[in-house]
């Protein structure tokens, strides 16, 4: 079983849609999860971090992470074309001081 | 805004050439990090670096690599002999608390 699953898409949404991305993992010891997003050729760039279950929001992302069932989810509202990016799932864990990461979803947002 | 920076952007090595790959992690972190990502695959972690030693390293880091931190700023990426399958976008990334900053990468093509 991988770390961490992420689908890898691609997604393609119209212009204003939410969006839904996700991953699950199979270690509870990961501590730290994150939502980068990577354009083509670039560094990933950090969206969102959060440590605990539940909630994080910010401007119009929203992290929302379920430890008990081992579930990351990032949500995209109004979503605009310069939205269209890979976002990547990255969960770390202290014990290994090292960040995992998922496939990474392709997104299109077509306006 | 406190940023990773890595250099060369691209390099050009024949096979079994050595390279030597550079970065400059945000000041105040002291977790450095190596990733690469193969064109059109997943970011993979080669290894972790704290307290001046490697704290944790991939299947992929084999003999072949090695990491220094020389001057107590830079962080490098050394790979002794290149391979044909050793082209890749390099990633450098820094952190305090779990979070990781990723730099723009190197993008390394070997002939």
């Known amino acids: 079983q991988k770390e961490v699953e992420q689908d890898p898409g691609p997604l393609s949404v119209p212009e204003g849609a939410i969006v839904s991305l996700n991953c699950t993992y199979s270690?509870?010891?990961?501590?730290?999860f994150m939502w980068y997003r990577q354009y083509s050729r670039k560094g990933p760039e950090l969206l969102m971090y959060t440590y605990s279950s539940g909630n994080k929001e910010d401007g119009r992302f929203t992290a929302q992470v379920d430890k008990s069932s081992k579930y990351i989810s990032l949500f995209i509202r109004d979503s605009q074309p310069s939205d269209s990016a890979t976002y990547l799932c990255a969960l770390f864990s202290g014990g290994y001081n090292k960040l995992i990461f998922g496939a990474g979803t392709r997104l299109a947002v077509h306006p | 805004e406190p940023e990773v920076t890595q250099t060369p952007s691209h390099q050009v090595t024949q096979m079994g050439q050595e390279v030597i790959l550079r970065c400059v992690p945000i000041?105040?972190?002291?977790?450095f990090y190596w990733y690469r990502q193969i064109l059109g695959q997943k970011v993979e972690f080669l290894v972790s670096f704290y307290n001046n030693e490697i704290s944790e390293k991939s299947e992929i880091f084999d003999d072949q690599f090695s990491v220094e931190r020389p001057d107590g700023s830079n962080f490098t990426l050394k790979i002794r002999s290149t391979k044909l399958e050793d082209s890749a976008m390099y990633f450098c990334?820094?952190?305090?608390?779990?979070?990781?900053?990723f730099g723009q990468g190197t993008r390394l093509t070997v002939v």
């Open positions: 270690n509870s010891a990961f501590q730290y």
């Open positions: 000041s105040n972190h002291l977790y």
């Open positions: 990334a820094s952190s305090a608390t779990g979070e990781a900053f």
